[in-house]
């Protein structure tokens, strides 16, 4: 069952986190920028919430289970279809790019949620994923205070290390990885790999032999 009720209650307490945090948010966009295909491509936001990064980031076309964040992105300019990650109402190839930000850890499925992901895409397309390290001091923060929090205490935090692992099972081959919010450096700060950074974004592409 999709995770919907935080954010359908506290959708505007969500959106507020980005405006208070102005630097760990264009940290994680800088992030993803990074690995975003170069020329203009059709790309999706799967768990676009309220188009916090897709709007930003030139994305036109999200889904998500949630009514009342679909609608604040459709007010951002977003095509936004309700939907759970695991059964994305769209055609097999069609999605150059699939993103994913912060998305993962609400999952039911994320064996499934990810074969999904690799049904959309068109071959030599890419799924860019966007996580909080569960390894990392942020992460560690975040499942310490799992049952206080309105948004995370069905979450499932993952580490790099699974992630990859995840993603190469489900047909992906890995083509790189970036990650920001590093302790004791700048906030903006973006840093090839992972294993520093709280944030990790990291590109899958589906490559077809």
Known sequence: MAKTGPFEKYGDVYDNWF???Q?????????IKKLLPSKKANTLEVGV???IFAAPLGIETGVDPSRKMAEKARKRGLNVCLGIAEELPFFDDQFDCV????TICFVDDVLKTLREVFRVLGPGGCLILGFIDKQSQLGKQYESKKQSSRFYQEA???C?????EYLKSTGFEIASAYQTIVPGNSPDIVLAGYG???FVAIKGMKTIY
Do not use: I, N
């Not at 630097?23 to 992030?31: M, N, P, Q, R």
């Not at 993103?99 to 912060?102: A, H, I, K």
């Open 49 to 51: 919430g309220s188009g």
């Open 156 to 158: 499932s935090f993952f």
């Open 196 to 198: 520093q950074g709280s």
């Open 160 to 164: 790099s290390e699974e992630m990859l």
């Open 23 to 31: 630097d760990l948010y264009k940290a994680e966009l800088e992030t």
């Open 99 to 102: 993103l994913m930000v912060t």
């Open 19 to 21: 405006e208070e945090h």
